[in-house]
């Protein structure tokens, strides 16, 4: 079950931190509070390269007198102040900031997903998605909220505590200019397979979330199959190989830094033995030498601190990419510049012209083959042949979640490619074979159908699916949130809390994919009652294998192999002798339905009564 996704594997294998720069759309409608986070990173840069100069003074005029000595403390105890204070504020302003901005790439990343068609996600895992939105926004977050603000500030100092060096002694500053060279060499070397290294660990954590989430999803299939064993081998190994990555990421991160820092304490000390000898020899004074090495540490620790924090910035542009390629992924489909309006009210008139399709996934099969297909306002048309025949795929392209290779799709007489997708598709109801049912409340989900009705109309939906009665029987009735996926419910009544959201929708055009395969025979006949009742007038496309729920169709469409071989009445289908009559033989004997298989029904798990 575990697959790495395609958009991970297509990346270009170099990448730089200027891919940050990506970051900048969601940090620029805050330009004022980034503003004052710089002022106040300014003033606390400033103000630790005072207290050095400070430092100085003390030391040169510590014969001068205690009123003189008392004024230096005070001063430098107000210093010491501001510092705080300007901390304070460049941390506020700073997380604040952070957390504001991944707030609007976790909203921007789900609302661009939420909308690509279903081609995306044959190239990506869920997981994957969900650890891009939740593991890398947190990188981010850690970057902009702190990392980041820490580079501008140790940069600072290191560029300000350079120019104080030199006033302070250009012989001195000159043996300090020797090691930066030597320093920084570690950190490109180090700092690009670093890159590398922390993009690979946050695919492969990626990975472990998609396998997760794809095994937990299906955790009822996984325990019935005894799967559960090769499933966490699955698991195991894609977080292994993880924790591999990070740890050779980890081990290259310690050796940097190891050598780093060396190279910059080494530097320092071969520094002060040559400020020491001046002092003995006149050339500079003690307060000159104490503040050179203050400014030293001030510079060291601020170098030493840039290259931990490079490694920081590395991981943060390799999420940043990762989320990048989310909000700039290509959508198959898309919404036209200039999208033509269906005309209201909508009649519900469709029609396939020469219509041929192949899923993306299966290139050299044909899910349609050259499709003609007229269907009129107000008529019910069944659709049934054998498995993998067409049928579905038909109604996935009349909600144009594909594309027609050839042909195409009207709706009222538009195509459906000139017009928006969230225009059309609010004029369909669909009731699909495996309904999906939220871990909200019975009431929220049929409320789908339409989210502004009331009450009474939620009821009445329910009413007229056969829901009402399960439904009040819940501990909380209507408020009953129904569990992840609906597991609280069996699956009829999961059937029927779909149904009763289509009928809510009220929608000229009405789509039934197996509507009634998980019903008990009562509950079908009540169920198919209120469908009848809402068909009047409307739309209808009913995908069934049991002819006995669609012998009333105002006309049955025979498909096999992609291709329409027959189109009639039952009873016109049945004189044909063709595969229609072969289906209706199948199923019934003497003219009584066969024996139907008991209803995927749940009591264990149900929380009342279907």
Request: hydrophobic share 50%.
């Amino acid at each position: 079950m575990a697959r790495r996704n395609t958009i991970t594997e297509d990346r270009a294998s170099s990448k730089r931190v200027g891919a940050l720069r990506a970051l900048w759309p969601f940090i620029r409608p805050y330009r004022r509070q980034l503003t004052l986070a710089l002022l106040a990173l300014v003033l606390t840069s400033g103000i630790s390269l005072i207290l050095p100069l400070a430092a100085r003074r003390v030391v040169d005029n510590f014969d001068d007198g205690a009123g003189l000595l008392d004024e230096y403390f005070a001063a430098a105890l107000l210093i010491v102040a501001l510092l705080a204070l300007g901390t304070a504020l460049r941390y506020y302003f700073v997380t604040r900031l952070g957390e504001r901005v991944v707030a609007d790439i976790r909203k921007a990343v789900f609302a661009r997903v939420i909308r690509l068609s279903p081609a995306f996600f044959e190239r990506i895992m869920t997981g994957e998605i969900l650890s891009r939105i939740t593991t890398d926004t947190t990188l981010i977050q850690s970057v902009i909220g702190s990392t980041l603000s820490l580079a501008l500030r140790n940069m600072m100092i290191l560029a300000g505590g350079l120019a104080m060096l030199a006033i302070t002694s250009i012989k001195l500053m000159g043996l300090v200019l020797l090691i930066v060279p030597v320093m920084l060499l570690p950190i490109i070397i180090f700092g690009r397979k670093l890159r590398r290294l922390s993009r690979s660990n946050q695919d492969w954590i990626a990975a472990s979330s998609g396998t997760a989430s794809e095994s937990l999803l299906a955790a009822q299939t996984v325990q019935a199959y005894t799967h559960e064993i090769r499933s966490i081998a699955q698991f195991d190994g894609v977080t292994d190989q993880s924790f591999e990555v990070a740890q050779t990421r980890i081990r290259t991160r310690a050796t940097m830094t190891a050598i780093v820092i060396f190279l910059i304490f080494a530097g320092v000390i071969g520094v002060l033995w040559a400020g020491a000898r001046d002092v003995q020899q006149g050339v500079m004074s003690a307060g000159q030498l104490v503040q050179f090495v203050i400014y030293s540490i001030l510079v060291a620790s601020s170098a030493g601190s840039l290259s931990e924090v490079w490694g920081e910035l590395q991981r943060a542009a390799g999420a940043t990419e990762r989320l990048a390629e989310l909000l700039t992924a290509r959508d198959d489909l898309g919404d036209p510049a200039q999208p033509v309006a269906l005309p209201r009210p909508a009649r519900g008139h469709i029609a396939l012209e020469g219509v041929t399709f192949h899923y993306p996934t299966r290139a050299d099969v044909s899910a349609l083959e050259g499709v003609d297909l007229l269907i009129r306002p107000g008529e019910t048309v069944a659709l049934v042949g054998p498995s993998g025949a067409g049928k579905t795929t038909v109604i996935q392209l009349i909600q144009r979640f594909w594309d027609p290779l050839a042909g195409r799709i009207t709706l009222d007489g538009i195509d459906l490619r000139d017009m928006r997708r969230d225009d059309f598709r609010q004029e369909i109801a669909l009731v699909p074979q495996d309904p999906v049912i939220f871990a909200t409340s019975a009431r929220d989900n049929i409320a789908l159908g339409r989210p502004d009705a009331h009450a009474p109309e939620i009821e009445a939906a329910a009413r007229a699916a056969n829901a009402h009665d399960f439904i009040s029987a819940l501990p909380q009735g209507y408020d009953t949130p129904l569990g992840e996926r609906g597991v609280m419910l069996s699956g009829g009544q999961r059937q029927r809390i779909a149904i009763a959201r289509a009928i809510l929708r009220d929608a000229p055009v009405l789509l039934l994919d197996e509507a009634t395969s998980a019903l008990d025979a009562e509950s079908e006949a009540l169920v198919q009652a209120a469908v009848n009742r809402l068909a009047e007038g409307r739309t209808t496309i009913v995908i069934a294998h049991r002819l006995a729920t669609v012998k009333k169709a105002d006309r049955i469409v025979v498909f096999e192999h992609g291709r329409i071989v027959a189109q009639g009445t039952h009873e016109q289908l049945v004189e044909q002798d063709g595969l229609y009559a072969r289906l209706a033989r199948m199923q019934f004997m003497d003219g009584t339905p066969a024996a139907r298989p008991e209803p995927a029904d749940q009591p264990d798990a149900a929380i009342a009564p279907a």
